[in-house]
């Protein structure tokens, strides 16, 4: 089997994003080393307001040569022609079959790193600590069941970012 990991940045006070849904507080650093991750990942794996922000934002689709998944409820595909599926029936399910096929790298979106920890699906969560509070904006975390994660790594960049890798 293989495994579904994400990396992801959050501001020091918990929220991976501005209430407005804004990402421009992330320093440079960190927008580096995140699509270097992406770049390298076998699979992509978003929820639909992830992939209409980076559609929207970044003046178009950046990953036409990477197997792209959306988890919605509707489909909303703006780049069928670039190797993007939406899973909108029995997602839990499929995540899980793709999870045998291929490895799945989540972008961005904490409601889904939440839904997939609550089932079990995600194997390991690379956090990046931002020293940064941004006072409200969109949690990392919804509600989680107690769980106790495996503390594999943890280092710090020079522009003072902490990052922590966890296996659940």
Known sequence: MKQIKAHIAVSLDGFIATSDNELEWLPNEIKSILNEQYAIADSLLMGANTYHYIFDHWGGWPYTNKQTFVVSHNNTNVTPNCNVRFLINGQLEEINKLKHKTDLLVVGG???????????LIDNITIYTIPKLLGKGIKLFQETPELNLKFMESNSLECGIVYSRYNL
């Open 110 to 120: 904490g409601i889904l790193i939440t839904t997939l920890i609550k089932a079990k």
